[in-house]
């Protein structure tokens, strides 16, 4: 794998971001009401497909093929996961989208900051998952290659694009500004490329635990969308239109998985 390669894969998941960013500055406050729990709705079906066929089965195959016992890394590093996103979650100062009470430590932060903290915290598990299915791929060791790795990131693109416009759509309903709508949008995507540069590098080093790291990053994944997206995406009424955006963005993860990196 090339560095343009790598570079182009670690930025393809925050164009996702950007993108929803951009597009939801087109759409007014009603659009953005009626969209927004299909939306999360998809995002959490990528996020799930993602976590099984990209990260916990490569996991255990791993371990099997190593010589180990093929659950426990996946157990391990699942659990792993979920306590690393469940600390960031309980440190980190943000506000959900449908609340009025800030979570984490106090802080001055306004609404904007936090709404944005708190879409960041999704997009942590993305890119170490990114990240991880780079080294793996890079490493020579593992059966992930450049296609698998470029599934993973097209379809945290996909689902980064109604992240980008969950962000930018309600702070452009309130009276925020296109460009600060836009703008707040866009940064909550850049710890993405970020945190999967810090992952190739560390794992990298760490390919002993290869398997563990996977499942991790899938662990944290299903916590974000367990945590945040389902709840958020059934509040009030219309609960089957969200679980709708989750069948299609379930499938379509899958179907990108397995045709490309299969």
């Avoid at 470029?150 to 460009?179: C, D, F, K």
């Avoid at 899938?218 to 009424?237: C, F, N, R, S, T």
Wanted: net charge negative; hydrophobic share 55%; charged share 10%.
């Amino acid at each position: 794998m090339t560095p343009l390669q790598i570079a182009t894969i670690v930025i393809i998941p925050f164009c996702g971001t950007v993108l929803g960013s951009a597009s939801a500055l087109l759409l007014g406050e009603k659009t953005a009401s009626k969209m927004q729990k299909t939306l999360l709705g998809f995002a959490s079906g990528v996020m799930v497909a993602a976590a099984v066929w990209s990260l916990l089965l490569p996991a255990i195959d791993f371990s099997v093929r190593s010589g180990g016992v093929g659950w426990l890394p996946a157990a391990v590093g699942f659990l792993f996961g979920m306590a690393f996103m469940l600390l960031l979650d309980h440190f980190t100062p943000h506000l959900h989208l449908d609340s009025s009470t800030p979570e984490g430590m106090p802080s001055s932060l306004g609404r904007s900051a936090m709404l944005m903290l708190a879409v960041t915290l999704h997009n942590i598990p993305e890119g170490m998952a990114v990240g991880v299915v780079v080294a793996g791929a890079l490493s020579g060791q593992t059966d992930l290659g450049v296609a698998a790795a470029i599934a993973l990131a097209a379809g945290m693109a996909l689902q980064n694009v109604p992240e980008g416009a969950i962000i930018s759509l309600p702070l452009r309903a309130q009276g925020a500004s296109r460009l600060k709508s836009f703008g707040y949008g866009a940064l909550s995507g850049i710890v993405e490329p970020l945190s999967a540069v810090v992952t190739v590098l560390l794992v990298e080093h760490l390919i002993g635990v290869f398997p563990y790291l996977l499942a991790a990053a899938a662990g944290a994944m299903i916590y974000v969308v367990i945590e945040e997206l389902i709840p958020e995406a059934h509040q009030d009424k219309h609960s089957n239109i969200p679980t709708i955006g989750f069948a299609v963005g379930f499938v379509i993860m899958m179907v990108l998985d397995t045709a490309l990196a299969g």
